[in-house]
């Protein structure tokens, strides 16, 4: 059987996943700065220009693919959970446990994103994954309605 051949975007996704895990050790003392990015570099040996083109804007590339990497967690663990006969406010709650649980192991990592998405300069970006990861939880409900729930 012959493989799928990968795409372009399939190898720079790889390389910022396995940039991210190697990069995790290094953010919990040096942040998420381009010398966690550079240590990350280091460790898994990737070609410089795939490292570039998996992370064009530095560590700050990582630490976005970070954040959506535990909205991913959260829809994945949702998926497992038996939600038949909750309401919706009791899913909405399991769907932000199994966010918050999801990241738990990686605290220190969760609490630098956190500092640096408070910088000014990266404001927009932290409310936009924000916003990002409230679209996460109503999807993962299935409720695709738009109305003041949404908003709130």
Avoid at 24 to 51: E, I, M, R, Y
Wanted: charged letters at 25%.
């Amino acid at each position: 059987m012959q493989e799928k051949r990968k795409s372009e975007a399939d190898h720079i996704t790889a390389a910022r996943q396995e940039l991210l895990r190697a990069c995790l050790p290094h953010v919990v003392f040096d942040g998420w700065t381009d010398a966690a990015l550079a240590a990350a570099h280091a460790d898994c040996k990737l070609d410089p220009s795939l490292a570039h083109a998996a992370c064009p804007r530095g560590a700050i590339a990582l630490a976005v693919a970070f954040h959506k990497a535990g909205d991913d967690l959260m829809l994945e663990a949702y998926k497992k959970e038996a939600i038949e006969n909750l309401r919706i406010r009791d899913k909405v709650q399991l769907a932000i446990k199994l966010r918050l649980e999801g990241m738990a192991r990686d605290r220190d990592a969760v609490r630098k994103a956190a500092a640096l998405f408070a910088l000014p300069h990266n404001a927009a970006e932290g409310a936009q994954l924000i916003w990002g990861t409230a679209d996460a939880v109503w999807a993962c409900l299935g409720d695709e309605t738009t109305d003041v729930n949404w908003y709130t």
